[in-house]
């Protein structure tokens, strides 16, 4: 049984860590009779929060989807993880949705993350509603939250509820519509009037409401100013209209765990979000024209489905959560997946309720739904009709901005681990792994270091593989400042065939960046030529292992100029010698220095504390590129040594309390400071001599 586009409504419910989104959800369930008991989180008993990581955790790490029918609707909710380390996830589930429910703590107030999913949301154009939830706690405030989203959150945000009890005597509250009062006790809800208490607020704000309603629109705007007030039903038409179009936010009340504020959430989502039919047509590029397009919520249009999510479990396999914009995709179709030329073979698709599957005949558009096993299609692709093709603007994720060594704690699971990272990468675009040649460690970089440590409690859990995490080695260089010549002699002949090998070098600096050039400057035979690639060999070899502080040697040149041989006893073995052991010489005299890979880095932070950023950045050796001041936000460039940047995460976040975020790319190689370099140079004595023990 298809479901009337006109009757879904699909919902993000995003905020800041721990303010009751997951909460909410439950109770939101539990007043629809989609669930029969409300869940807990400190239980791990929530449809949302399944996972294992999320109920030992007790936070999303997750976006999850449920449902529920209310009052002949059918309402899709994608609950979101708030936790700065999973924002992306918030972001992908508010692509896929027609409005946001931002939850935000009564204690709390505005918070760095609520901020965040604000602009998600205004990205993706969505209306908006704000529960204040937790207003049960001490502490909590309902007037000081709306002080704070008016302060800090950009819209007409206007309350539609008032409050009535404070802390653990918030006992319900006044519908400023309606004008009546809903009660609760023992989890029951009774109509009231209003309480005295109340009486005074509800007079304040009604007013205030009645003037949002009346701005959007300049007939009615004239008339509640010739009149001084508004009919009920006029303004709850224009109060409608003004949040389906998102030019009123409404705010209201909650407390999730209690059950208080979820019927009347229930109520908004049906009478005042949009259904998919009135957000109509959505744009991308028609494949078979090669131009830009639209696809409407028309279920005979052929299929086109955006993946927002991918859940991969060793029991369950692959699980692709999507949502349909056109057509109706069926079980058992085949669809293509345009960005990877791949064709999908459906099999079930199903409602999700939770970890709960619900297999249906076919999903129409504005539907959420999940198909298993899909072979190819990752996070972000478009699952579209094979004749008519069409593909949705892809999600995009962040660069991952921290990086890990990964250490196998058991020999030979090198195999194992990036498989694991593999399957990882494909589940969570925000993880990215790669091996360093250069320092042999194998790399995983995420958005912070718990989204990493996360990353690795799931491919222990997972996949069966143990690693453990370190800092990532610096990819240092060495290499000279000046020039040097000298003799490597290799001379062994006592007792049957000897060995002698003999090699003069010179050894000078190239540009930054210029690599390394071997020249042959031998006349007359002094080595004869069969042997030239043994010097060549020998001083590559050399390089490569490093010569004072085991990195490898760059921007150099050496010319082999002059030698000695022996008719019987020479060999290409003997060369390769002879060469290494005068470069490590020659080397040493021609003022070796180290060098160290800067980065670019970009910083963004609340315009008040930039001072302390660039202050900090210059006690990092970092030289300052760019300052840009854009209102309440800053953005700092600067040019940091890598080495400099292994901490940057954790100090970020002290100093801007939580509300920066840089990313960083590799620039150039630059000299390692004298005073540097000693210690490094040994430390990597340390290190060697301890690997020569082992
Ligand atoms: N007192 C009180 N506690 C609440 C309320 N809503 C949620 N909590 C508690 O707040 C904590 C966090 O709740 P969650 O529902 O996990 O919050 P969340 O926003 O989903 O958290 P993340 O998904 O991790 O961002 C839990 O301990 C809840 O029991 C409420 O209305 N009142
Ligand atoms: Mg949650």
Known sequence: MAIEIGKIRNVGVVGHGGVGKTSLVEAVLFAAGAVTRLGKVDDGSTTTDFDPDEIKRKISINTSIAYCDFKGHHINIVDTPGYGDFIADARAGLRVVEAAVVVVDAVAGVQVQTEKVWKFAGEFELPRAIVVNRLDRERSDFFRTLESLGRRLKGRIVPVHIPVGEESGFRGFVDLVT???????????????????????????????????????????????????????????????????????????????????????????????????????V?????????????????????????????????????????????????????????????????????????????????????????????????????????????????????????????????????????????????????????????????????????????????????????????????????????????????????????????????????????????????????????????????????????????????????????????????????????????????MDAHPILLEPVMNVEVTTPAEVAGDIIGDMNSRRGRIVGMEPSGETAVVRASVPMAEMLTYESSLRSMTGGRGGYSMEFSHYEEVPAFLAEKIVKDAKTEKEKAEKH
């Open 283 to 587: 744009g991308g590029t028609d494949l078979k024209a090669k131009q830009a397009g639209a696809r409407g919520p028309d279920a005979k249009a052929p299929v086109s489905a955006l993946v927002f999510k991918t859940l991969s479990d060793p029991h369950i396999g692959k699980l692709t959560l999507f949502r349909v914009y056109s057509g109706t995709l069926r079980a058992d179709s085949t669809l293509l997946n345009p960005g990877r030329g791949a064709k999908e073979r459906m099999g079930h698709v199903s409602w999700l309720q939770g970890k709960t599957q619900k297999n249906v005949e076919a999903l129409g558009p504005g539907e959420i739904g999940v198909a298993q096993k899909l072979k190819e299609t990752q996070t972000g692709d478009t699952l579209t009709d094979e004749a008519h093709p069409f593909e949705l603007p892809k999600i995009t994720f962040p660069e991952p901005a921290i990086n890990f060594a990964i250490q196998p704690k058991s020999r030979g699971d090198e195999d194992k681990i990036s498989l694991a990272l593999a399957r990882i990468a494909e589940e969570d675009p925000t993880v990215h792994h790669h091996f360093d040649p250069e320092t042999k460690q194998l790399l995983i970089s995420g958005v912070g270091s718990l989204h990493v440590e996360m990353t690795v409690e799931r491919m222990k859990r997972k996949y069966n593989v143990d690693v453990s995490l370190l800092p990532p080695r610096i990819p240092y260089k060495e290499t000279v400042k000046g020039r040097a010549e000298g003799q490597g002699k290799y001379k062994k002949q006592t007792g049957g065939r000897g060995q002698y090998g003999d090699t003069w070098l010179r050894v000078e600096p190239m540009t930054r960046g210029g690599g390394f050039e071997f020249v042959d400057d031998i006349f007359g035979g002094a080595v004869p030529r069969n042997f030239i690639p043994s010097v060549e060999k020998g001083v590559r070899d050399c390089m490569k292992k490093g010569i004072f502080a085991g990195y490898p040697v760059v921007d150099m040149k050496v010319t082999l100029y002059d030698g000695s041989y022996h008719d019987v006893d020479s060999s290409d073995m003997a060369f390769q010698i002879a060469a290494s052991m005068g470069l490590q010489k020659v080397f």
């Open 179 to 281: 004008q009546r009062a809903t009660l609760y006790s023992d989890g029951k809800a009774t109509d009231a009037d209003i309480p005295a208490e109340a009486a005074e607020r509800v007079k304040e704000w009604r007013e205030k409401l009645v003037e949002a309603a009346a701005e959007t629109d300049d007939d009615l705007l004239a008339k509640y100013l010739e009149e001084g007030s508004l009919a009920e039903a006029e303004m709850l038409k224009a109060l409608r209209a003004g949040i389906s179009q998102g030019k009123i936010v409404p705010v209201l009340c909650a407390a999730a765990t209690k059950g208080i504020g979820s019927q009347a959430l229930l109520d908004l989502i049906v009478h005042e979000f949009p259904s998919p039919l009135d957000r109509g047509e």
